[in-house]
């Protein structure tokens, strides 16, 4: 397998195309290799593809299609140490971040393909998955004198899956295809490597047309979106692009799930070890450099800890080594590409030109190349600025403190945005009862954000629409179907 020549895959088949472009190392700024950019033909070809394998594979079994998805997870683990390197450079991972990554890829196609097996997990979902196993079975069931009702779940037919930079294509991949389904994905066109690579891989292992790539400009989400040959469109991105496609999805009834940006909360109360949770908030805000849907976005710190909480997040924040993200002792790496960084540091200069006190960073490395910002953080800037009211996407945050439980609730919830919260408490039925009044979609308490394969995630308010992952996750790429029968 090469690891510097990069193809669309349509069909089964490694394609080129008339235009090219590349990604750019954002920790040297050099480009990368050349990558074929997708055109309208390319992507009707795939359609055409996936609409002549949907047939056969939805047809297979679900053991079967779990049984390939599993093969395909072992064989994308063969080249383990090459997809990390290539994550490292595309999107400036440092390997701490590129490795959990990759591993956490490999483990989702695990999971979704062992059926989910459910450890520790009390619900119903045992008995819906072992339904869901045949795909035949009926997950509802009624029955009365005249006749006997079922519900049953079947493939929704070709799914688009539309990527940002941060984040690669498994959590669609995985379910999308366990459940029947052919898909057609495509990377961010900043980062194209990895999620091409991955594809071209489950050629060996996959019928032709089953999972197909397509790397294109900035048409190519559009022409997905209107194609009338996709039934689903899976997006992860941000907001404004993620209205765009639901309304565009509107003209062919398309599915859609949408997982959006947010503007996290993290509660901090008075009752906290501070040695041990300051240094344990940095890292939920400024792990990837702040690039995680569901890093921590605004940090409330009760008043009866303020100073000294403030103080041991400041210290922890300056200890972070900022820098080149294959050296082994750097913490933090570059933003992952100019457009991003223009936009962290207008939220730098907007807290520098308010005059807002930053106790940590507050401006680029020593780095004369890569899109490097120090992790920043600001004390106490009003409710209304824009560093608390919007999302930078970067490594820097507010932290600001609060009095009240119902003030810090109603402080965290105001926003328009709904994706997750931090709460870090000793006291479990406080930080509970703070949980049952926020209005997002995933809660952690005593911990940062990090998504479960067996759990939904999703968003609420302008977070999103439908989720991933888990159950509810697998049905989101099936249409639910109603047979009664009489006599
Ligand atoms: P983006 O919306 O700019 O782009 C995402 C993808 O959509 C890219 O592949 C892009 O080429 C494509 N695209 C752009 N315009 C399109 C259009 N009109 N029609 C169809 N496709 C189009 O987002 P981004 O900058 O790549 O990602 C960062 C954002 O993603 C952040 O806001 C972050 O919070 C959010 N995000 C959310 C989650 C989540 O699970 N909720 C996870 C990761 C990132």
């Given amino acids: 397998m090469d690891f510097t020549s990069f193809s669309n895959i349509i069909n089964g088949k490694q394609c080129g195309a008339l235009k090219s472009y590349h990604g750019i190392n954002p920790a040297t700024e050099e480009p990368l290799w050349d990558v074929p950019c997708a055109a309208e033909a390319d992507l009707d070809r795939a359609v055409e593809a996936a609409q002549g394998a949907f047939h056969a594979w939805s047809s297979t079994t679900f053991e079967d299609r779990c049984d390939m998805v599993k093969r395909y997870a072992e064989a994308f683990l063969t080249y383990e140490k090459e997809f990390i390197e290539l994550l490292m450079k595309e999107t400036g991972k440092p390997i701490d971040v590129a490795d959990r990554e990759i591993h956490s890829s490999y483990e989702g196609l695990i999971e979704t393909s062992e059926r989910f097996p459910w450890a520790g997990v009390e619900c119903k979902s045992q008995i819906l998955m072992s339904s869901l ?3 035949t079975l009926p997950v509802e069931t009624l029955k009365d004198d005249k006749k006997t009702a079922s519900v049953r779940y079947v493939p929704l037919g070709i799914v688009g899956a539309i990527c940002p930079w ?7 991949i995985a379910p999308a295809l366990v459940t029947g389904n052919c898909i057609i994905v495509k990377p961010s066109p900043y980062t194209p490597y990895t999620t091409l690579k991955a594809v071209e891989i489950g050629q060996s292992i996959f019928p032709p047309g089953v999972l197909q790539a397509l790397g294109g400009n900035e048409k190519l989400g559009p022409w ?3 194609h009338p040959g996709i039934q689903k469109i899976s997006f992860t991105g941000s907001i404004p692009t993620g209205k765009t496609i639901l309304e565009k999805c509107a003209k062919t009834m398309k599915r859609v799930t949408l997982e959006l940006g947010g503007n996290d909360a993290c509660i901090v109360c008075g009752d906290v070890d501070i040695e041990k949770t300051a240094p344990a908030v940095v890292l939920a805000a400024f792990k990837n450099s702040g690039q995680i849907c569901v890093a921590s976005k605004r940090i409330y710190v009760h008043q009866s800890i303020y100073r000294p909480f ?11 080594k900022v820098g080149d993200p294959f050296n082994s002792d750097t913490d933090i790496g570059p933003i992952q590409n100019a457009m991003q960084f223009t936009k962290v540091k207008s939220f730098l200069d907007d ?5 807002y006190r930053f106790v940590a960073g507050g401006g680029r ?3 004369t190349k890569g899109y490097f910002i120090q992790p920043t953080i600001i004390d106490d800037p009003p409710e209304d600025s824009k560093i608390v009211t919007e999302e930078p996407f970067g490594p820097i945050i507010p932290v600001q403190p609060w009095c009240e439980d119902e003030e810090v609730i109603n402080r965290s919830n105001n926003t328009r945005t709904g994706l997750g919260a931090c709460i870090w408490s000793k006291d479990i039925d406080h930080a509970d009862r703070l949980a049952r009044k926020l209005e997002v979609g995933n809660i952690y308490i005593n911990s940062p954000l990090r998504p479960d394969w067996r759990v939904f995630f999703s968003g609420h308010k302008e977070s999103g629409i439908g989720g991933e992952r888990g159950v509810q996750g697998l049905l989101a790429y099936c249409n639910a179907q109603a047979v009664h029968i009489y006599g």
């Fill in 365 to 367: 490395t020593g780095c």
């Fill in 224 to 226: 997905m979106v209107s």
């Fill in 351 to 355: 807290c520098k030109g308010q005059g």
């Fill in 166 to 172: 941060n984040l690669g294509a498994f959590a669609k």
């Fill in 133 to 135: 196993a045949k795909f």
């Fill in 310 to 320: 403030l103080e041991a997040m400041a210290s922890y924040a300056q200890s972070l």
